[in-house]
Every structure is written in C-alpha cells, then in structure tokens.
C-alpha cells in the first residue's frame, strides 16, 4: 500500500484537533480525507478549518464511503460501541477513543464483531505509547525496584461546568469513564495482570447515579494491590502515579498527557534519580504511528479489543462496588 491511509472522523470533537489531526500532519501515510457531523454546518466548518477535503452529510454516509480506509470516534461514550461496529460492518479501520464502549457487554460484542473481520481496532489510550510509559517498564523490568508490590494511579481535572457531557449520565458519562480509565489502564499495564475490585467509594454528582469522582481499591493475582482515584471536580488538578518495590519506588508525574510536561523518579538503596523523557514525539503521534504500522503491515496493539474488554469488566466492577450502575448501551 504506497497511499496513504485515508481517516475519515466521525464528530467534530474538540479532542480531534490534538489526538488526530496535529499526528497527521506530522505522518505522511496519513490523509485526513473526511468528515461528518450531526450538524452539517459544523462539519464544513471543521473541515475548512483543518484542510480536510470530504464533508458527509451523515455518518453513515462516510461509512458508506468507499474512500475511507479508516475511521476514528471522538463521539461521546455512549456512540463508542455502536459506531465500532458500524466502521466495521462497512469495512473500515477503527480507532476509537476511551472507554472502548458504555460497558463490558457492548465491548464484548465490538470485540466478536472485531475477530470475524481483518480490521485494526485500537483504543486509543494514546499515553501508552508513550516514552514514559516505555521507559516506567524498562526500569521495572530491570529490577530497579525489585518485585512490585502495590500500584497507585491518580487523575483529577476541576470542571465545574455540569453542563459537560462528562456530567450526563445517558452519555456514559462519569469520573471513571473519562478520567479513571486512563488510571486503571495504567495500574493494568504496569501489573500486567487482570485485577479483582476489592472496594470501591463514590462521590456522586447531582446526579445521584453518576459518579463526580471515584476510588477504587484492587488486587491481583499474583498479590500485587491497587488504588486508583478520578476526580472531575478538584481544584488541584494532577495525573500522578506510585509504583512500590521490594527495593525501591518509582514515582511519576504527567502519566496521561506526558508531552504536556512529565516527571520520571527512581528511588532505591542507590539513592534517587531522576529519567529524562523527552515530550516528543507526542503521545498522539507515536499512537497514530502504531496504528499505522498495524494497518499496513499486521503489527501488534498494545490497546487492542481483548485489553479493552478486560478494562471495562473492572470498570463495570468498580461501579457495582460504588453502589452505582454500570453505564448503560444505547439503542
């Protein structure tokens, strides 16, 4: 394949501009080619604003669209499943944004719908492609910090406008969804085991069945323990995360958007020491360039439908042990 892949966006998202568009003007095997909006004049106007040359009237009509190779959804949460796998049913691509779906069982029905086709399908937890995250396992996988024994991943932002669509419920909204994934992602990761939600803790929002921030505590099979916190309303905002040892502990700062600026701290019995990681490339970047490979030449994803699955499992969990719901499908 010498051209290049052709993206076509469903949604004129406002995560669009820093997650797709700015890696692919960096990418030459990627043309941003079309896209489609519930408002047709705010699809023209994102495509005017950004070069792209394909206005849909519908996002069915760009599935239709024989030209588009690839697809990618910024939608709310609640149309992450759904349009997964309408883009597969119409033969496309997918990379979808976090969470992978409204709740286990939806994810698992894009995960079937997944397997019987030949089409990447990629989550986009864009901070696991990062060097940070390289760079974390390269130090626990050479013993700086002796066996893991426990874990700890924080995100909180303040947004106090409750009109968000990360504060309603019907869009699978919540802490957890928008926030808390990216931390328990990386709690998974680090681990690299499937964990039990031992307990779990709320806050609500006014929304009683929607979740303004949450904590979860778990553990893992091999004994290894978690927590995990989110928060969509703390005025001290901060992505930060703990990994203990036997011999050591590593602390992290800026785990989520590391290109935003981030912090690597090795701490053992030959004292502390700081990693350098440089920003660039771009979580986004180096995450468009996996996607890429995986389309062209059959590579591996680290974020695939089988991790997505196991994360929304926990994330299902952690709301039953909160006393909430998980979110549910929309027709």
Known sequence: MNQPIRFGILGAAGITPSALIAPAQGNP???????????????????????????????????????????YIPLPNSEHGKWAIAALEAGKHVLVEKPFASNAEEAEAVARRAAESDRVVMEAFHYRYHNLMTETLKLIASGAIGDITSVEADFDIFLPDRTNIRYIQDLAGGSTMDLGCYSLHFVRSIVGEEP?????????????RLDEALAAELRFPGGVTGRISSSLLEEVERQSAVIEGTKGVIQIEGFVKPQEGNSL???????????????EPTSYSAQLTVFVDAVRNGAPVLTDPADAVAQMRVIDAMYRAAGLEPRATTA
């Open 29 to 71: 095997d990627v043309e941003l080619y079309a896209v489609a909006a519930r408002d047709h004049g705010r699809a023209q106007q994102f495509a005017d604003d950004h070069g792209i040359a394909t206005v849909h009237d519908s996002y069915d009509a760009l599935l239709a669209d024989p030209a588009v190779d690839a697809v």
């Open 265 to 279: 701290t090795l701490t053992n019995d030959a004292g502390t020491t700081s990693v350098n990681v440089p920003v």
């Open 196 to 208: 039990e939600v031992f307990s779990a803790t709320a806050r609500p929002s006014e929304d009683p």
